[in-house]
C-alpha cells in the first residue's frame, strides 16, 4: 500500500452553532468521495459529529463503551485501536464520549498535557493510512481545544453569516496566534461563511468584515441555509447521501475541493 503523507485539519470556532460540525462532517464525506482516505475525529461531548454517521443507540454505545475519545484521552493511548469504520467507503471516524465535559481537569495532571492527542495521533499517521484527519472541535478555548490545534496541520474556521457569528472572530484570530508561539507550523486555512441566508442580505457585510482581516483566506465556497441539512442529520448522513441534488450537498463538495487544493498546496 502506498504510504499517504497525511494532513490533518482542526475545525474550530469557540462561537457555538457556527457550522464546525455539519462542515466537518460533509466536507469529511465529500474527500472520501473525492477518492481520500479521511479519518473524521469527535472532539465534542456533544457527540454531533458520531451523530452525522450513526444512530443515537449506536453513538450513546460508542460513548459508554471503552472505545471512545474520552478513555483514549484518559489512558494516553495510541488511537489506532478506537477507529470506527463509517458505513461509507473510505471514511473512518473515532467517536466521543459525554464525558468529554470532564476533559479540562483530567488534563490538567498530565505530563506535556497540550500534547496527549498529539501522542495519540502519531501511529495512524505514521502509518500513512489516511490522507486527511478532519477534527471537529467544542465551542471552547481551553487546553483541550489547544491539544486539538497543536495535532493539526491546518485549522479552518466557520463563521457564519450573521453580526453575532462575526463578533469575536477578531478573539479567535488571536488565539490561534497565540497557539501558533507553541505550533509555529498551524496554519490557518481559512474562513468559511456558513448558514448565509440570502433573504437577510448578510454576506456582503460579512465578507467585508473579513477582508480586514488582510492575512485570512476566506474560501469562495459560502454555504448558504439549506432546510435538507437538519433532515439529513435526523437520519444520521451526510448531505449528499440524504438529498444527492441538495443545494449544500454540491457546496460541500466544492469546499472540499478548495480544502484539498489549498492543503495540498503546502504537501
Ligand atoms: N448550511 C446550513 N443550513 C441550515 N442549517 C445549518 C447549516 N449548517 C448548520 N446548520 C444547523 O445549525 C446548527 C449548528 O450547526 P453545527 O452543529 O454544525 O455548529 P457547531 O459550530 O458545530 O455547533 P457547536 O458549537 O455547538 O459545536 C445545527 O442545528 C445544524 O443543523
Ligand atoms: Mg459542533
Known sequence: MEKKLTKTIA?????????????????????????YKVLLID??????????????????????GDRNLYVAMKK?????????????????????????????????????????????LSAIKESGEYDYILIDAPPTL???VINILCASD????PVEASPW?????????????????????????????TKLDARKNYGKQTLDVLHDFEEVTVFDTVIRVD????????????????????RSAGEYLELAKEVDKYAGRSR
Open 154 to 157: 491546518h485549522v479552518i474556521l
Open 227 to 246: 432546510s435538507e441539512i437538519e433532515w439529513a442529520q435526523d437520519s444520521s448522513k451526510p448531505v449528499m447521501v440524504h438529498k444527492k441534488g441538495a
Open 11 to 35: 475545525f474550530a470556532n469557540n462561537k457555538g452553532g457556527s457550522g464546525k460540525t455539519t462542515t466537518c462532517a460533509n466536507v469529511g464525506y465529500s474527500l472520501s468521495v473525492l477518492g
Open 76 to 120: 494516553e493511548d495510541d488511537l489506532t485501536d478506537y477507529i470506527v469504520h463509517t458505513p461509507y467507503e473510505n471514511l473512518d471516524l473515532i467517536p466521543s464520549s459525554t464525558l468529554m465535559s470532564g476533559i479540562e481537569y483530567d488534563l490538567f495532571t498530565k505530563w506535556q498535557r497540550e500534547m496527549i492527542l498529539t501522542k495519540g
Open 165 to 193: 457569528g462575526l463578533f469575536g472572530v477578531a478573539n479567535m484570530f488571536e488565539f490561534l496566534e497565540n497557539v501558533r508561539k507553541m505550533v509555529p507550523s498551524l496554519n490557518l486555512l481559512g474562513v468559511v461563511i
Open 142 to 144: 481551553g487546553g483541550w
Open 43 to 64: 472532539g465534542d461531548m456533544q457527540l454531533n459529529l458520531s451523530l452525522s454517521f450513526f444512530s443515537e443507540d449506536e453513538v450513546l454505545g460508542f460513548a459508554s
